[in-house]
C-alpha cells in the first residue's frame, strides 16, 4: 500500500496565481484533513472531511477551497495565491477519529 | 487555538540518555496521542493514551496522562541519534471537533 500521497512535492506560485494540491489514499479512509506548518506555528487545520462528499473548516480556512467527489482524494485549492500561504501543507487520513496518517508533505512558496 | 502545548520547545541530550517531554492541554480530552516528525517528513503516529489510562508503554516510550492537571508526559528512554525529530501532542476533545496538535519539542540526540 502507497498509504498517503501528495501531488506536488514542491511548488512555486506567483501572488495571484491558483493551484491545486492533491492527497490521495488507499486504506479507505473515511476521514481526511489538510493541515499547514510553519515556523513556530505547529501543525494548524485548514479543512477536513468526515466522509465522500462532505467537507468541514479548521482552524484556519480562509483563502482555502477544498473537495472530496472520492473518498480516496481529497484536494485543496488556492484560488488567488498570496505570500501569507507560503508553507508545508500536509495531507492526513484516518479510519476515525484516532491515529492519522500523513502525507509527505508539499513545500509550496509564493513569491 | 492550540489546544495542546509542549515543553520545552527544544532538548539536547547525549545518546543513552532519557528524554522527557510535557504536554498541557485545556479541556476535557477524550485521548491524547503523541506523534513524531523527522526533519522535512510527515508526521508518524507513536502512541495513544485515553482518558481512562494514566499510563502506557510502546517499547522505549512511556506515556502518562493525569487529567486533573491537564498534562501528559511522553518519556524515550535510552534515546538514539535516531530519535532526533520534532515531537507533537495531538488532544481529541469530546464531541466531533477534529484532533488538535501542539507546537512540538525538537529533541536532538547526540551520539
Known amino acids: 500500500n502507497a498509504g498517503v500521497t501528495q501531488t506536488p512535492k514542491f511548488r512555486v506560485l506567483k501572488t495571484g496565481q491558483s493551484m491545486t494540491l492533491l492527497c490521495a489514499q488507499d486504506?479507505?479512509?473515511?476521514?481526511m484533513y489538510w493541515y499547514r506548518q510553519d515556523p513556530g506555528m505547529g501543525l494548524r487545520l485548514i479543512h477536513y472531511?468526515?466522509?465522500?462528499?462532505?467537507?468541514a473548516k479548521g482552524e484556519v480556512p480562509d483563502g482555502y477551497n477544498v473537495s472530496r467527489l472520492k473518498k480516496q482524494n481529497f484536494l485543496l485549492g488556492l484560488e488567488s495565491a498570496a505570500p501569507s500561504q507560503t508553507s508545508v501543507y500536509f495531507c492526513?487520513?484516518?479510519?476515525?477519529?484516532?491515529?492519522?496518517?500523513f502525507g509527505p508533505g508539499t513545500r509550496l512558496t509564493v513569491t | 487555538s492550540q489546544q495542546g502545548e509542549e515543553d520545552p520547545q527544544a532538548l539536547s541530550i547525549q545518546e543513552g540518555e532519557n528524554a522527557t517531554m510535557n504536554c498541557s492541554y485545556k479541556?476535557?480530552?477524550?485521548?491524547l496521542q503523541w506523534y513524531r516528525q523527522n526533519s522535512g517528513r510527515g508526521l508518524v503516529h507513536l502512541i495513544l493514551?485515553?482518558?481512562?489510562?494514566r499510563e502506557k508503554h510502546s517499547g522505549r516510550l512511556r506515556v502518562t496522562l493525569d487529567t486533573s492537571k491537564k498534562s501528559s508526559s511522553l518519556l524515550i528512554t535510552a534515546s538514539r541519534a535516531a530519535d532526533t525529530a520534532s515531537y507533537f501532542c495531538?488532544?481529541?476533545?469530546?464531541?466531533?471537533?477534529?484532533?488538535?496538535f501542539g507546537k512540538g519539542t525538537r529533541l536532538s540526540v547526540i551520539a
Open positions: 493514551i485515553r482518558s481512562n489510562e
Open positions: 495531538a488532544t481529541d476533545a469530546y464531541g466531533n471537533t477534529p484532533l488538535v
Open positions: 479541556t476535557s480530552i477524550n485521548n
Open positions: 472531511s468526515v466522509g465522500e462528499g462532505t467537507t
Open positions: 492526513a487520513s484516518s479510519y476515525s477519529r484516532v491515529e492519522q496518517y
Open positions: 486504506m479507505n479512509h473515511e476521514y
